[in-house]
């Protein structure tokens, strides 16, 4: 059974700090930092949102864009994070409820770094295509933390986008997913920690690059393709340079990784990167055109997939939600107290009655 | 229904009383009430208190049982009831009083209104207060009690073309009469730049669009009007009180711009008493907030609907004016401990209808009229008083 | 630790339910057994239903001094917003400067966190409005 993508949303919170303005903070060359990760500024999430807020309003965004769909169809959804509210008490049950999810459903919350929403997407395949579930909702939200005065802190930003899983009326038919998967300690948090941890340059060539090319290579063996093969390739994207280096070293070009790459405007969204990058891809994709997917997530895993995009998406009013540039264009900038003040950074007294 | 007169009154100053605690502030009310009444414990049939929380601000329910021990009024085993209504938890302790002693039930009971705010921090005590409103569907949104009545303000400008200044002018008016009154939690006069000038609340409402935290404690003896001149030369007879009530949140009305409950209490009152408000002189009307005070005097009959603005800022309601409102401060300026407010206001009235007003005297004072909203007008109790 | 009280609300609070009367057609947020219109006629015919979350803002203000678990959204909007039902709604105004905010203007509801039961407890989640995306 032919599998795919029946709709799409996202979402990314208005709020922009610039690398200029973090490094003037800690006395770091903010500039160079931007130029370096080619970032020119990152989203930041209101005190009132989380990953809870953003996965709902791109799953109500993807709902919005298929009418005909009742929500009471939906079997399976799965909300993939590192950044979920809650240690224990899933996200997913509370996404269900607020789009109109039935009782009839399986929930669970994934976690695998950057990379839990492509995994929750490949759940659903498998639900849909064993004809257990007629539709899987799989989600990649994160409003990731970096530590105060860290590089992680340039770029970790906060974003998602929601897919829905099915077998017909689909926009883009999910030819093959294959994933590559070792042990690889590139980029931690312990429980109970409020900052994530990074091996430096230890998560760039044995963990990133390996990983990625690996899983590339073999979505491209497996379905005997080339990258000229693709009008699109949306790799992660923790900043705006790895992509095209490792696209270069697969045989892609910058052409074909430009519409999927946001980082350099919003940030590393996280579990939300490779999932708002294909979104912005769906925004503008032709039928027949191709998309190569390689999500990334530290730990580490890569899961690639190929894409078909179908005549369905010419029928879909894709304006019925907004589309990722809208998100990336309706923004307001703030300063570093605004943002540690927003991103609960600074220390507040307990109440006293 | 028998008549039913006023034979005493007794209130404390209303402040930040640090050294006064909830017990001692009913009891000092009480004690001044049955003084003036020149009354005996074992004259007192039952004990009516107004109190809004008690259970929040200082961690006691059953206040009414406590006053009742601690004025010494238990030992006869009196009934004892607490009335709560929010904001007018005074006024409907008022009017329960004074329909068991109009029913026959009782010949003399003592009402009694107190509060005791500054126990806990101002965040705190304001989150009280907010518990008015719909606690669900308004305050756990971010709306809070002043925000509510902000946007009572905002729709009366839109609607009528009221103006920041003459809203203003409320509290201008109220420091006024406030600078009056020796009982009065603020004595100063202030002007209309400080009120427009003051720190925001919610906007457009500022510090001192609002009335303060205090604590206070007021009461009223009640008598059947056919014994109350063996008590007091000067009785008050209660012409008529009447209460109404509205939907607990704002957004549930047909219109934010007037309470329904006052325009009801009123109108039913008015009825009863055969009287319209052409015929009263001195009114006490529930101003927590300047804009309140403003919907007040319009639903109350004062002044046509969308008018009060205007009226306000022509002197209309000021001492010497087409009619004395909140000769006392008002909640503005004399305080707003919750529960004595109801009962403060009667307390003013009956002293002005009785001539011992001193320096805010309302001269011919001959009916008087006291109004105390709960909520954002969830609740309204109208009271008309006459010199007997 | 109030779970309960809110989590009972969380379908009016997560999707706008509502009742409409079967008698007279008006519509109430939160829903009601009995329409204070129809009284004892519309029992048994309330309809459940849930807003659009369309509206337009009737009144507003702007918050300064604040509750304590709302310090960190100071100064915030809250509006009184009529929706498109004619059910009138309270809730906090998102995403536009306090000085754009107009009576009149369209808005529409959004999911986010209205508080929480302390650093440790349940989060609850509801809805705020937002401009409408022209």
Redesign the interface.
């Known amino acids: 059974m032919e599998v795919g993508i029946v709709s799409y949303g996202a979402y990314v919170p ?1 709020y922009r700090i610039t690398p200029q303005e973090i490094g003037r903070v800690w006395g770091s060359d903010g500039e160079a930092m931007s130029k370096s990760l080619m970032i020119y500024s990152k989203s930041v999430p ?5 990953v ?2 953003i996965a ?2 791109a799953a ?1 965004n993807m709902m919005r864009r298929v009418p005909g769909v009742d929500p009471k169809d939906i079997g399976a959804l799965y909300v993939g994070s590192e950044s979920h ?2 240690a224990v008490k899933p996200s997913g049950t ?1 996404v269900a ?2 789009i ?1 999810c039935s009782t009839d459903m399986t929930v669970a919350d994934f976690e695998f770094a950057c990379k839990a929403g492509t995994a929750a997407m490949q759940t659903c395949m498998g639900l849909v295509g064993s004809g257990m579930v007629k539709y899987g909702v799989a989600i990649g939200a994160d409003t990731s933390q970096g530590a105060p005065g860290d590089p992680l802190e340039y770029s970790a930003s906060a974003g998602g986008a929601s897919f829905l899983i099915g077998a017909k009326d689909m926009i883009a038919v999910i030819n093959h997913t294959s994933s590559f998967t070792t042990d690889t300690p590139d980029f931690w948090r312990r429980e109970g920690q409020d900052y994530p941890s990074h091996g430096g340059r230890f998560t760039g060539e044995p963990a990133y690059f390996k990983h990625v090319t690996s899983a590339a290579k073999l979505v491209l063996k497996r379905t005997g393709s080339q990258p000229a093969d693709y009008q699109y390739a949306v790799f992660h994207q923790p900043n705006g340079k790895f992509p095209q280096r490792v696209a270069k070293m697969l045989g892609f070009t910058d052409k074909q990784v430009e519409v999927g790459l946001l980082t350099p405007r919003i940030g590393n969204t996280y579990s939300g990167a490779v999932p708002l990058g294909l979104s912005a891809v769906l925004d503008v994709a032709q039928p027949g055109e191709r998309i190569f997917v390689v999500a990334y997530g530290s730990g580490a895993g890569a899961d690639g997939f190929d894409i078909t995009v179908t005549d369905g998406i010419a029928r879909m009013d894709r304006s019925a939600a ?1 589309l990722v540039s ?1 998100y990336i264009e ?1 923004k307001r900038v703030i300063d570093y107290a605004t943002y540690a ?2 991103r609960g950074k600074i220390r ?1 007294k307990e ?3 | 229904m028998r008549e039913v007169a006023v034979i005493g009154i007794g209130d404390t100053k209303f402040g930040e009383l640090w050294d006064l605690s909830f017990r001692d502030l009913g009891m000092q009310a009480g004690l001044l009430a049955v003084n003036d009444a020149k009354l005996a414990a074992e004259d007192i049939d039952a004990l009516y208190v107004g109190n809004m929380s008690a259970g929040r601000f200082i961690e006691q329910e059953h206040v009414a049982a406590l006053i009742a021990d601690y004025s010494g009024l238990a030992r006869d085993n009196i009934p004892a009831t607490r009335i709560e209504a929010a904001g007018a938890s005074g006024g409907l302790a008022f009017r329960e009083g004074y329909l068991a002693v109009a029913s026959g039930m009782h010949d003399i009971v003592v009402v009694g209104g107190a509060e005791k705010m500054t126990d806990v921090g101002d965040v705190f005590a304001n989150e009280i207060q907010s518990s008015a409103a719909d606690t669900q569907w308004e305050v756990v949104f971010g709306a809070t009690f002043p925000a509510l009545h902000a946007m009572i303000a905002r729709r009366h400008m839109h609607e009528f073309g009221t103006t920041r200044e003459q809203i203003a002018q409320v509290a201008v008016k109220n420091h006024k009469h406030g600078a009056l009154n020796p009982k009065a939690q603020f004595q100063r006069e202030i002007e209309l730049s400080t009120v427009l000038k003051s720190p925001q609340v919610a906007e457009p409402l500022g510090v001192f669009d609002c009335a303060p935290l205090s604590d206070g404690a007021a009461a009223v003896v009640l008598c059947s009007m056919d014994k109350a001149r063996s008590y007091t030369t000067k009785p008050v007879r209660i012409v008529a009180s009447s209460q109404a009530s509205d939907t607990l949140a704002l957004h549930a009305r047909s219109s934010i711009t007037s309470f329904k409950s006052t325009q009801v209490a009123a109108r039913e009152a008015f009825r009863l008493a055969r009287k319209t408000p052409a015929d009263v002189q001195l009114a006490e009307v529930h101003d927590n907030f300047t804009i309140s005070e403003i919907l007040a005097i319009e639903d109350l009959g004062f002044f046509p609907k969308g008018q009060g603005g205007k009226a306000t800022m022509d002197g209309e309601t000021m001492l010497g004016g087409k009619v004395a409102v909140n000769t006392s401060g008002g909640l503005k300026a004399r305080g707003d401990p919750i529960g004595a407010t109801g009962v403060a206001q009667i307390v003013e009235i009956v002293q002005q209808l009785r001539g011992e007003a001193g320096r805010r005297q309302v001269p011919d004072a001959l009916l008087g009229l006291a109004h105390n909203v709960g909520g954002t007008g969830a609740t309204a109790v109208v009271s008309l008083l006459e010199v007997a | 630790m109030a779970t309960a009280r809110f989590w009972r609300e969380n379908p009016s609070r997560y999707n706008l339910k509502a009742v409409r009367c079967g008698n007279c057609g008006k519509v109430f947020f939160p829903p009601r057994a009995v329409c204070s219109v129809c009284h004892r006629k519309s029992i048994g015919k309330m309809q459940c239903m849930n807003l659009k979350g369309e509206g337009e803002v009737y009144s507003y203000t702007v918050v300064h001094e604040a509750p304590s678990q709302f310090e960190v959204l100071k100064p915030y909007v809250v509006a009184m917003v009529k929706m498109d039902e004619g059910v009138m709604l309270t809730s906090q105004l998102i995403d536009s400067d306090p000085k754009d905010v107009k009576i009149g203007m369209r808005v529409k509801t959004t999911l986010r966190r209205i508080g929480e039961d302390g650093p440790g407890g349940v989060i609850y989640y509801g809805y705020k409005f937002a401009p409408m995306k022209v």
């Open positions: 208005r209101a005190p009132d949102e989380d809870i807020t709902t309003e109500k509210p809650y509370i409820e607020a109109g907004p809208h309706d003040k927003f507040v109440e006293v009655a």
